[in-house]
């Protein structure tokens, strides 16, 4: 049991690591725009996809549409806020929900007419290695994707601690008008930003499609998970979102191995719950006064 035990949250450790690179993308889009993107997990599905059909077509691994995937979902990202979000951001916040939720039905119903509900899957003999360590068994795309996840992570937590264009970020994030008033264009801004949220969708598509399969709907089931990493680790905290993915996909591992059938995916649920209830501001949200 204890050799179950270390195995669960090894794998969940390396599956938040992927979580967490999804996770910061939304974590982003709302620190800086105050709107959530309820489309976020469809943006995953038509990276994941494109890279589906990238490796198909090349004959080549999923690692290998990254440097067209990236670029692609960061200029769909630029054209959906241009099309869809900017003119909304100071609409009510219902409007703003309902928009992007349509949003995303209209993704996903366009997938499921393009690409029909179909699974599909990338298979090769690097998606299949695996290493041991002991009695511990690690699956290599997933120590690839956990390792990418946080070399790109970090990346984009010096981007925005330790750059111009971070500092930018962080001031219309804290205060919109006093950031106009200094220079800042806030408009730029926020296309920056969502691009940004959005392109982080674009490295975790290559890098998840060797572990998941994919169909239209895929993306509920990410954004499910995103919604609960952003809240667990308080809204628009990005260190909170990276540690808060861990915590969920640890969560989920040892809910998988000790929770009968369809009831494993409750755990972390149930500890988002406790969270709302007893920290609602999330774990390194700040109290509202």
């Known amino acids: 049991m204890v050799d179950l035990v270390l195995q669960a949250i090894v794998s969940g450790i390396l599956l938040g690591g992927v979580y967490s690179l999804i996770c910061v993308g939304l974590t982003l889009t709302f620190g800086v725009m105050r709107i959530i993107n309820f489309a976020h997990g469809e943006f995953l599905m038509v990276g994941m996809y494109a890279t589906y059909f990238f490796a198909q077509a090349f004959h080549t691994e999923a690692y290998a549409a990254l440097p067209v995937v990236l670029p692609g979902l960061f200029a769909f990202g630029v054209v959906v806020y241009h099309l869809l979000v900017r003119p909304i951001l100071g609409a009510e916040p219902l409007n703003q929900i309902l928009l992007l939720m349509g949003f995303s039905l209209v993704l996903q119903n366009a997938a499921l007419a393009a690409f029909s509900p179909d699974a599909r899957s990338l298979q090769s003999a690097l998606s299949m290695a695996k290493l041991e360590a002991g009695p511990i068994i690690v699956s290599v795309p997933k120590l690839i994707a956990f390792g990418a996840s946080l070399v790109i992570t970090a990346g984009l937590y010096w981007l925005l601690r330790a750059t111009e264009l971070g500092r930018r970020i962080r001031a219309a994030a804290s205060d919109r008008e006093t950031a106009a008033l200094m220079g800042i264009n806030v408009g730029r801004v926020n296309l920056l930003a969502f691009g940004i949220g959005v392109g982080c969708l674009g490295v975790a598509a290559p890098l998840i499609m060797p572990i998941f399969y994919i169909v239209p709907n895929i993306g509920t089931f990410f954004i499910l998970i995103a919604f609960v990493v952003v809240v667990l680790g308080g809204i628009g905290n990005f260190m909170g979102a990276f540690l808060a993915s861990f915590i969920v996909a640890v969560a989920e591992s040892l809910g998988a191995l ?32």
């Open 258 to 289: 000790f929770m009968p059938g369809s009831t494993a995916p409750v755990l972390p649920f149930l500890l988002f719950i406790l969270v709302l209830l007893f920290k609602p501001e999330g774990l390194l949200g700040a109290r509202a006064r």
